[in-house]
């Protein structure tokens, strides 16, 4: 009998584990449930649980692993040498930004808002990250240009199009599509975080419209219908809306170069551009370009945490399962006591980064409110920080519990560990990131020390967030270059002190205890499974995935 044979006539004896059966993505996550109905998006469960099973079908795991195997290619020329600038994809691209639209994550949070609307789209995101990372960008991009797009006086021409759940992979003008997606380009060869060195130059045209000339060295989505993009005029950097063809039917002379052979990220293009006196129209305030893209990067940075967070649970997921059916040494992976305590650590930091992400979508659904808008401002970058970094570390011993399958691209691990590096770079690196905090902190201190002291008041039998809040209000308090030396410390303490809060007062009491003593009363944590969890394993691991 060959290997093959003796599988089959003995299910399980070749000890390899099944792929994940369908699932509903929403009901099996208890974190984000809890999650969404704490932050106001209750209203939207029905909703939610049919699309936690419609996203949590086999196939359309087996689709994901297709589209990014197959990722996109540039046809720059037609066939008679005319200048096309195309990017082709994996037909499952189309299916995966159909439901990302359908889903309502490429705007719905600013063209249907209502209670808990950035929560229910981060659920949704939450939910769709787990299946296909690549497919976040376009949306995540086009949403993010949405509020400030509605200030310009020509919104309502796109607001249809933007509005619309039907994506519409068509290339045409805007007059003949029914959805249309944004990118941003800001990043140029000569550096991404510091924008002011940004040389593409603008010159105007009349009618607010400008004639763009320079590169972007990163322009992700090319395909969209427009960028928003960063160029030089005579007030300084402005903002500019550039589309993808003009109203009179000729292609915008936005020329891609070619695309970026990536770690990860595989199914989505990311791109090179030149602009040969491509025409675009200003928006924002003149001069103020920076400052409109550093606003739409700070929705992009709240989907940075939840696709981080996404990318967390399905590896995670994945891990426990893998474990509940791989046997070593006589006894499941999951029995074992030292395998336990990895898992179970893993799903702490799971949990944690899903209702810190849930949190902040919260505070962006209630900007209106002062504490709020301050909690925003300076837990977005912390989040964006932390969570991002976190993510790489849970991928890569996600899929060391896997062993060397874990390692191979034949299954899902693979593709989740070479997907997490990239929200910690893009939409501003993660010192960029710690350096905003500072930011934040220093614009309004008083709040700032008002946030990190209310956290450890909250929980006065807590010696451990007291200390924390101690520290970070000390580090707060040092002059700016001691204060920057110290950033990365003061926004991962930031972000542990919001996790502690939210879990000691909504998660139950073996998991809040297990991650204040883990991540704020012991020393170490340089691995999972080094801290110690040992009480709660057993709850943390049936909370975490049902058996
Ligand atoms: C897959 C992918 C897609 C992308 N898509 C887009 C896109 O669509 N549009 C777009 O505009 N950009 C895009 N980017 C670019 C991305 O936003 C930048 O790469 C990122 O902002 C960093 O810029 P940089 O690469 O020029 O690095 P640099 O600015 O050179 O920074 C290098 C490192 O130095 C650190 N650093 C910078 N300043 C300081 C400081 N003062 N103190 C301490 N450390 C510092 C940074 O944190 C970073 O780690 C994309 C990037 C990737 C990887």
Redesign the pocket.
């Known amino acids: 009998m060959d290997r093959e044979d003796m599988a089959q006539s003995a299910p399980g004896a070749d000890n390899q584990v099944p792929d994940l059966p369908d699932c509903n993505l929403y009901l099996t996550d208890e974190a984000l449930v809890e999650g969404v109905r704490r932050e106001g998006a209750g209203g939207r469960e029905a909703e939610l649980e049919t699309w936690g099973a419609r996203l949590g079908r086999a196939d359309l795991a087996r689709l994901a692993a297709e589209v990014n195997r197959q990722g996109p290619a540039l046809r720059a020329y037609d066939r008679r040498g005319v200048r096309i600038d195309v990017v082709d994809f994996h037909p499952g691209w189309t299916e995966f930004l159909s439901l990302a639209f359908a889903q309502g994550m490429h705007g719905a949070a600013w063209t249907e808002p209502g209670p808990g609307a950035h929560v229910a789209r981060a659920a949704h995101y939450l939910m769709h990250g787990q299946v296909e990372a690549g497919s976040l960008?376009p949306v995540t991009?086009t949403s993010a240009a949405i509020p400030l797009l509605a200030r310009e006086s020509w919104f309502a021409t796109v607001r249809p199009l933007l509005a619309s759940r039907e994506y519409d992979a068509h290339d045409r003008p805007l007059a003949q599509k029914r959805a249309m997606m944004i990118?941003?380009?800001?990043?140029?060869r000569?550096?991404?975080?510091?924008l002011r060195a940004n040389l593409s130059r603008a010159e105007p045209q009349g009618g607010g419209w400008f004639r763009l000339t320079g590169h972007?060295?990163?322009?992700?989505?090319p395909m969209s219908d427009a960028?928003l993009v960063?160029a030089r005029d005579g007030d300084g950097h402005s903002c500019f809306y550039m589309p993808r063809w003009l109203d009179d039917g000729r292609r915008n002379p936005v020329r891609i170069l070619r695309l970026?052979d990536?770690l990860g990220?595989r199914s989505?293009a990311?791109a090179e551009v030149e602009f040969e006196d491509a025409l675009a129209r200003r928006i924002g305030e003149p001069g103020r370009g920076i400052a409109t893209l550093v606003e739409m990067a700070s929705y992009t940075r709240l989907d940075c945490v939840l696709g981080s967070a996404a990318l967390m649970r399905q590896a995670l997921v994945q891990g426990i399962h893998h474990a509940r059916h791989r046997r070593a040494f006589g006894r499941l992976l999951i029995d074992q006591p030292l395998m336990r305590q990895v898992l179970a650590d893993l799903a702490l930091e799971s949990e944690a980064a899903t209702a810190l992400a849930l949190r902040l979508a919260g505070a962006f659904d209630r900007a209106d409110q002062p504490a709020e808008q301050a909690l925003r401002r300076l837990l977005t970058p912390a989040a964006k920080f932390w969570v991002c970094k976190r993510a790489i570390d849970v991928t890569a011993e996600c899929m060391e519990v896997w062993g060397g399958n874990g390692y191979v691209e034949d299954g899902p691990m693979a593709r989740l560990y070479r997907e997490a590096p990239?929200n910690s770079?893009?939409?501003?690196?993660?010192?960029?990131?710690c350096?905003d905090v500072l930011r934040a902190a220093r614009q309004e201190p008083q709040l700032a020390a008002q946030t990190v002291d209310g956290l450890a008041r909250a929980h006065a039998g807590e010696p451990a967030l007291r200390a924390a809040a101690d520290r970070l209000l000390a580090a707060l308090a040092l002059g700016a270059e001691e204060q920057?030396a110290m950033?990365r410390m003061i926004a991962r303490d930031l972000v542990l002190l919001v996790q502690a809060d939210l879990l000691l007062r909504h998660a139950p009491e073996a998991l809040s205890r297990a991650f204040v003593d883990s991540r704020l009363g012991a020393p170490g944590g340089d691995a999972f499974g080094v801290r110690p969890v040992a009480l709660a394993t057993d709850a943390l691991l049936r909370r975490a995935w049902p058996e």
């Open positions: 960008c991009m990118g941003m380009g800001m990043t140029e000569q550096g991404g975080s510091d972007k060295w990163f322009f992700s989505s960028h960063l970026k990536k990220n989505n990311s990239v770079i893009w939409e501003g690196s993660g010192n960029v990131m350096l920057q950033g």
